[in-house]
C-alpha cells in the first residue's frame, strides 16, 4: 500500500519538473535579447529548394540584412507609417511625392 503512493509522489513530481521546465523555456524565449526567426516548416522547405546553396558571405550577408530590417520593423514609426499608409484621409497616400520621400529614407 504504500508503493503505490511512492509511485505517485514520483509521477507528480515528474510531471511537475517538465511543467516547470517548459515554463522557464518559454521564458527564455520572451526574455531573451537573441531572438530566433520564426519557422513556418512548409514555406521554409520550399524555400530552400529555390535559393540552392549560398556561399558563406551571401549567408552572412542575408542574416545582416535580415536583422536590419528587423531592427527597422519592431519601431513605433515604422507602426505609424504603415497606419499612415492604410488610412485613405492620410497625407501619405495624398501626397505621392512624399511617399517616395518615405520610401528613400527607409
Given at each position: 500500500m504504500f508503493i503505490p503512493w511512492l509511485e505517485a509522489i514520483e509521477i507528480g513530481g515528474f510531471v511537475g519538473f517538465l511543467k516547470w521546465k517548459k515554463s522557464q523555456e518559454i521564458k527564455d524565449d520572451l526574455y531573451s535579447r537573441?531572438?530566433?526567426?520564426?519557422?513556418?516548416?512548409?514555406?521554409?522547405?520550399?524555400?530552400?529548394?529555390?535559393?540552392?546553396?549560398?556561399?558563406?558571405?551571401?549567408?552572412?550577408?542575408?542574416?545582416?540584412?535580415?536583422?536590419?530590417?528587423?531592427?527597422?520593423?519592431?519601431?513605433?514609426a515604422f507602426e505609424l507609417l504603415l497606419q499612415g499608409l492604410l488610412n485613405p484621409k492620410s497625407r501619405l497616400r495624398r501626397d505621392k511625392n512624399r511617399l517616395k520621400e518615405v520610401e528613400v529614407t527607409l
Open positions: 537573441h531572438k530566433r526567426p520564426r519557422e513556418i516548416r512548409i514555406v521554409d522547405t520550399q524555400v530552400r529548394r529555390l535559393i540552392g546553396s549560398p556561399t558563406k558571405f551571401q549567408k552572412m550577408a542575408a542574416m545582416r540584412a535580415a536583422a536590419l530590417a528587423r531592427l527597422a520593423v519592431n519601431t513605433k
